[in-house]
């Protein structure tokens, strides 16, 4: 029982663990920025209440990933892969959520809806797949995960969710074609982290940087990002309204 009591409570952080100090300042960032969307909700029209609490629920459940990935990493040392997609799987349908929220004045389908989740939950189970269980076929599984990838960007770019968005039109529009941006520029993050991390493929091309440095920017950038394009959003529509 003795030799518990000497354990230190707090993982040291060693200064030059970039790693570490990533996944520390996105846990604190993730939940900043939760703060910021919960507390921030009931300012707004009742419309746009659901959009602001969907934001925030994206960075909190990521705050609570980053909370075990954070600590996971300082045990252990290698990459937290399956909290990582475990927070993924939760978070980017509710960011398709989110394209079917701010759609919905124009009269956006449910089903528009299950077709971004579908697809996005076929992008990353393919993709854990490749990087945590069938290692030696990372390829073919971040092809197929790719390919799900791009139907996503194909149908917000210029499938149905944009005819919606032209519907819209005004500020929708515009906070529609900013979400489709962070999706073709800030999700690329993650593919080029993938392929980065896969060894035989383009390890290497960082100079030896970690996968995770890769993921926890490309989160910090698309999670909080995005919620700030909805709030945005709400910030002018209310505007508008009173106006
Ligand atoms: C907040 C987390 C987000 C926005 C995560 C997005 C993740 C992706 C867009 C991942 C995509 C992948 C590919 C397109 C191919 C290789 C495997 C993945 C899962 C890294």
Redesign the pocket.
């Known amino acids: 029982m003795n030799y518990l009591l000497n354990l230190p409570f707090v993982a040291k952080m060693a200064p030059d663990d970039y790693v570490g100090f990533t996944f520390f300042v996105g846990c604190m960032a993730m939940m900043a920025a939760s703060a910021f969307f919960f507390l921030s909700m009931n300012s707004f029209d009742k419309k746009w209440r659901t959009s602001i609490l969907v934001s925030g629920l994206i960075t909190f459940i ?1 705050a609570v990933h980053y909370w075990y990935m954070r600590d996971y990493w300082a045990a252990n040392m290698e990459s937290p892969t399956f909290f990582r997609y475990v927070d ?1 799987v939760l ?2 349908p509710l ?1 398709c959520v989110e394209f079917y929220l701010i759609l919905k004045v124009a009269g956006a389908k449910k089903s528009l809806m299950w077709k971004l989740i579908f697809l996005s939950v076929v ?2 189970v393919t ?1 854990y797949l ?2 945590a269980v069938y290692r030696d076929q990372a390829q073919i599984w ?1 092809l197929i ?2 390919i799900a ?1 791009f139907v996503i960007v194909y149908e917000i770019w210029l499938g149905s969710a944009k005819k919606l968005a032209v519907e819209a039109g005004g500020y929708i529009l515009k906070a529609h074609k900013t979400l489709c941006w962070f999706v073709l520029v800030g ?1 690329a993050i ?2 080029i ?2 392929m980065a991390g896969t060894p035989g493929w383009y390890d290497g091309i960082f100079g030896g940087f970690s996968l995770d440095v890769v993921y926890n920017i ?2 910090a950038i ?2 909080i990002g995005f919620g700030l394009v909805i709030y945005s959003l709400a910030v002018s529509m209310s505007a508008k309204k009173e106006a």
């Open positions: 990521a993924w978070t980017v960011m992008m990353l993709g490749g990087e971040g995960s790719g990838y999700w993650y593919p982290g993938y490309g989160d698309n999670k």
